[in-house]
């Protein structure tokens, strides 16, 4: 992925994010974005009645901000305009806004901090545990998407297409990668954190170019449990990895296997992933 491409895909996910942040909150300013170059570049703006806030870079241990990014824990103030606690660089677009509390959560990928979203109340208001938890799920999906598609542009990266077609391994690196995804969205509770995994899902299980062959019934159905367990299969996971992976009791990893199989009409977990792969179930 391009640079720009890469940068306009940052912008639209911290744009979700911090919609969602604005929606699952009390508070009536949001506001985030992701670090480079050593700063926090805020790219996405809600429910602001000013724009003082436009365009505002935060570098590392300055503001409040920059406090959470380098100590990747959340920071909060409940007076903005008095706190010893935090440098005031950027009082200007703080209180230019009339923000009296303030709320940032680091956005981690892997343990690293990559961007930081921010709450704010005109108001002093306290923050307890149930004004942070829907912040502190947002932040999370937010470095869960980062992650699984940090990880999808380094597998494909490490093994280009030669010319005219894909490479044995290029294609064995999208199905460990799609394996890995399925995991992953199979831990995701929120509904629509899931249905843009499985959008990525998707893209990624066309880079392969295998169409459905008119050898098999592509009217076959397979429930996402069965998917999300061949998938693991065909990339060499034994059952007891398979449910480590997708959080399931190894029993019922067998039952779901014994149940695609049967839809596949397979007789053994090779077969089934053969015949779903030409079904285009599976990249």
Same mark, same amino acid.
């Given at each position: 992925m391009s640079a720009p491409s890469a940068l306009r895909d940052d912008a639209t996910l911290v744009s979700h994010a911090v919609s969602e942040l604005a929606r699952r909150t009390?508070?009536?300013?949001?506001?985030?974005?992701?670090?480079?170059?050593?700063?926090?570049?805020?790219?996405?703006i809600v429910g602001a009645r000013t724009r003082s806030i436009d365009g505002l870079v935060v570098h590392a241990t300055r503001g409040l901000g920059g406090r959470?990014?380098?100590?990747?824990?959340?920071?909060?103030?409940?007076?903005y305009r008095t706190s010893r606690t935090i440098t005031h660089d950027y009082d200007r677009a703080i209180l230019g %806004?009339?923000?009296?509390?303030?709320? @940032?959560?680091?956005?981690?990928?892997? /343990?690293?901090?990559r961007g930081v979203l921010y709450c704010g109340s005109w108001a002093q208001a306290p923050v307890g545990e149930v004004e942070a938890r829907p912040a502190f799920d947002v932040a999370g999906e937010l470095g869960t998407e980062l992650r699984v598609r940090a990880e999808v542009e380094r597998r494909l990266a490490r093994s280009p297409a030669p010319e005219g077609g894909m490479s044995a391994g290029a294609r064995e690196e999208i199905r460990e990668s799609y394996a890995q995804l399925r995991g992953i969205a199979?831990?995701?509770?929120?509904?629509?954190?899931?249905?843009?995994?499985?959008?990525?899902?998707g893209r990624l299980a066309a880079l392969t170019g295998d169409a459905p062959t008119g050898s098999v019934d592509t009217d076959i159905h397979l429930?996402?449990? %069965?998917?999300?367990?061949?998938?693991? @299969?065909?990339?060499?996971?034994?059952? /007891?990895?398979?449910?480590?992976?997708?959080?399931l009791r190894e029993t019922t990893v067998k039952s779901y296997l014994a149940s695609a199989m049967?839809?596949?009409?397979?007789?053994?977990?090779h077969a089934a992933v053969t015949r779903a792969r030409r079904a285009g179930l599976l990249p």
């Open positions: 009390h508070f009536p300013v949001a506001f985030g974005g992701l670090e480079h170059d050593g700063a926090v570049h805020v790219t996405t959470a990014l380098v100590e990747r824990r959340p920071r909060m103030t409940l007076d %806004e009339g923000i009296a509390t303030l709320f @940032a959560v680091p956005v981690l990928v892997s /343990g690293a901090a199979a831990t995701v509770g929120d509904d629509d954190l899931r249905r843009r995994l499985e959008d990525i899902e429930s996402r449990r %069965e998917i999300d367990v061949l998938a693991c @299969a065909a990339v060499g996971s034994t059952n /007891g990895e398979i449910a480590a992976s997708l959080g049967s839809k596949l009409d397979a007789s053994t977990r």
